[in-house]
């Protein structure tokens, strides 16, 4: 169900994350899936070297901006610190486990683009809940629908027979959005090396504490040169780690929600798919899988929801802080580029991790719905006793990391009352 669009343009995001050295891995994109190829691992640690010298160096400045008194650039060095912080963190998981990434993202492409558009069993002929079902069956009082079972012809067709990923409306939206995020993500590249040229001087960058007033023109243009080079490959490298996450996340979400909310539901008054999908000797297996699926995803994403929501939070507060306590100054000085960028920043990551904390609460609910849902099946005594059985063990799908951090509906309502407090207790200390 993936076009060979999206391929194309996640092929071009993988060669430039490559080039800035934000992950360990490359496309294969005509074969469609991820591999590491050799030294890649050894580049990626160092430029994670790189960026927690860099996250060092904003710390200290950050200290010696709070013993000077300077309360804008200890603010502003903070702000760069903790962001500094979850790149650190994104590309740590990348590395630690580079192997384990790429077979969830290559389980999670071959799933939706294979096994969304063909039967489970024609891709698995093995499967173990397929063939439990049928040894069932064959032991019991059925042995006749154990054979039909077996051969059934149906299943060899496709669940989503119309379904065309290069000429879908659906597709092609995604396929734009998706090229749209490439273009956001080399704006924020040219606007923040923008930034660097205009306001070199700015506490957060390492130029701001070496003397030029006795470099001749060729010093200046050198080191002009060479700390542009060093700032281009600094910011490319974290936007582009940003981006691949945010694209994984994003796929994941935008296929298999609807195949588990809707396909997968019994009792809707219309589906895309075949309704073979939705018979008792499919339709257990496919949810087998995508639980799998889940599971395999959130060992790989999981375990970077609950710093990524401590380090959020503490941003959206601190460039709230900022627009508010010191907004006034930057119009004052004509910096507005640096007011634009705290205010969208800060208003960016609070709806980008509300979208992620209520997108993780209705993901859950309605996998609960599903899963109850398949009570409303016609069935035989022997289908009855399979589903008590083998539906047992099919648990709802949930975000989160397994025994630390689930999200749930009051998740996003806890987060904002969090933001709340933090913004009220800015306002009256202000005051």
């Avoid at 502003?76 to 998981?93: A, D, E, K, P």
């Avoid at 879908?168 to 090229?179: E, M, Q, R, S, V």
């Avoid at 080399?186 to 090396?193: F, Y």
């Avoid at 991790?353 to 609460?361: D, E, P, Q």
């Amino acid at each position: 169900m993936l076009s060979k669009r999206y391929f194309l343009v996640t092929g071009i995001t993988n060669r430039v994350g490559l080039f800035f050295g934000s992950f360990p891995f490359k496309l294969n994109i005509s074969e469609r899936y991820l591999y590491i190829p050799d030294k890649v691992i050894r580049h990626g640690f160092r430029r994670l070297a790189i960026a927690i010298f860099y996250t060092s160096y904003l710390g200290i400045q950050a200290y010696l901006k709070k013993v000077e008194g300077g309360l804008t650039g200890f603010n502003f060095t903070v702000l760069f610190t903790y962001l500094g912080i979850l790149l650190c963190i994104s590309s740590t998981f990348f590395l630690i486990d580079a192997q384990g990434y790429c077979d969830t993202v290559n389980f999670s492409n071959n799933f939706i683009s294979k096994n969304m558009s063909k039967t489970f069993f024609e891709n698995l002929p093995r499967n173990l809940a397929r063939s439990y079902f049928i040894n069932y069956l064959a032991n019991s009082s059925s042995p006749s629908l154990a054979k039909e079972v077996t051969e059934n012809k149906i299943k060899t067709g496709k669940w989503f027979s119309t379904y065309n990923p290069e000429t879908n409306l659906i597709g092609k939206l995604w396929d734009t959005f998706y090229t749209l995020m490439n273009l956001g993500a080399l704006g924020s590249l040219v606007t923040s090396l923008l930034h660097y040229v205009l306001f070199p001087e700015s506490p957060i960058y390492i130029t701001s504490h070496i003397d030029t007033t006795h470099l001749t023109w060729k010093g200046n243009l050198l080191l002009f040169l060479t700390s542009t080079i060093f700032y281009f490959f600094a910011i490319g490298h974290a936007i582009w780690n940003g981006l691949m996450h945010g694209i994984c996340i994003l796929t994941y979400a935008f296929f298999v929600t609807p195949f588990v909310t809707q396909e997968l539901c019994i009792g809707r008054r219309s589906y895309r798919s075949r309704p073979e999908l939705r018979q008792i000797e499919n339709l257990l297996p496919v949810y087998k899988s995508v639980e799998l699926l889940h599971s395999i995803t959130m060992k790989s994403y999981g375990a970077i929801i609950v710093p990524a929501q401590s380090i959020f939070g503490k941003v959206i507060l601190l460039c709230f802080f900022m627009v508010v306590r010191h907004g006034g100054e930057l119009i004052e000085s004509s910096n507005y580029s640096l007011l634009l960028i705290l205010t969208s920043l800060g208003c960016c990551m609070f709806i980008f991790w509300s979208v992620i904390l209520r997108f993780g609460g209705y993901f859950y609910t309605r996998s609960i719905r599903t899963v109850r849902s398949w009570k409303l099946l016609t069935l035989s005594q022997a289908e009855k006793r399979y589903l008590a059985k083998v539906g047992k063990s099919c648990r709802p799908l949930r975000i989160g990391y397994p025994g630390y951090y689930k999200i749930s509906n009051l998740s996003m309502l806890k987060f904002w009352q969090g933001m709340a407090k933090g913004v009220c207790r800015v306002l009256i200390a202000i005051v």
